[in-house]
T-cell receptor, first 114, second 111 residues
Framework: DGGITQSPKYLFRKEGQNVTLSCEQN?????MYWYRQDPGQGLRLIYY???????QKGDIAEGYSVSREKKESFPLTVTSAQKNPTAFYLC?????????????FGPGTRLTVT | QKEVEQNSGPLSVPEGAIASLNCTYS??????FFWYRQYSGKSPELIMF????GDKEDGRFTAQLNKASQYVSLLIRDSQPSDSATYLC???????????FGGGTRVLVKP
């Protein structure tokens, strides 16, 4: 089955610890994205990557880091510098081909930091 | 002014009626437009996309795009309780390969 997988579904961490969220896609999409969603709020873009070994900051990149070593994978690290890390994290991917520009989301990881 | 604006709702609709959702955007050069449905606690699911002016129908859903007036709408015909969700409008602006999302409209379909 083609799709986007995120793991784990739920993640609990103590304050001060870094944590890495996994995102893998087998859709052969070039572009990948990380969003954060807080309760009752819209989506905010953290980082995105349009090609392997390259990525750009989104609107709320502070306290986060990413890597894009493979086309299929775009892990997000939530560092201890992120002031309010508890949120629902969504990974998405998208083709860059004309006529196939739809963006799809993974199932999400719900991170709780106490 | 937000780049993509939606009424937050809730939009209450009787079962079987038409739900009409609107979205306005500020970048006149925006190229492509998407509607996502998000159930509580779940990730957004793409339900419609539209690239050209006019209407696009898919089952009970119709997306309408008017680039001159800078709005895109979603109609849900024969609304069902299972349509109760938050609907997110997303726009791909002229430059770049990223979507800008509205805050979403919550829809409640009452039996």
């Amino acid at each position: 089955d083609g799709g986007i997988t995120q793991s784990p579904k739920y993640l609990f961490r103590k304050e001060g610890q870094n944590v890495t969220l996994s995102c893998e896609q087998n859709l052969n999409h070039d572009a990948m994205y990380w969003y954060r969603q807080d309760p009752g709020q819209g989506l905010r873009l953290i980082y995105y990557s349009q090609i392997v070994n390259d990525f750009q900051k989104g609107d709320i990149a502070e306290g986060y880091s990413v890597s894009r070593e493979k086309k299929e994978s775009f892990p997000l690290t939530v560092t201890s510098a992120q002031k309010n890390p508890t949120a629902f994290y969504l990974c998405a991917s998208r083709s860059k081909e004309r006529g196939a520009r739809e963006q799809y989301f993974g199932p999400g990881t719900r991170l709780t930091v106490t | 002014q937000k780049e993509v604006e939606q009424n937050s709702g809730p939009l209450s609709v009787p079962e079987g009626a038409i739900a009409s959702l609107n979205c306005t955007y500020s970048d006149r050069g925006s190229q492509s437009f998407f509607w996502y449905r998000q159930y509580s606690g779940k990730s957004p699911e793409l339900i419609m996309f539209i690239y050209s002016n006019g209407d696009k129908e898919d089952g009970r859903f119709t997306a309408q795009l008017n680039k001159a007036s800078q709005y895109v709408s979603l109609l849900i015909r024969d609304s069902q309780p299972s349509d109760s969700a938050t609907y997110l409008c997303a726009v791909n602006k002229a430059a770049g390969n990223k979507l800008t999302f509205g805050g979403g409209t919550r829809v409640l379909v009452k039996p």
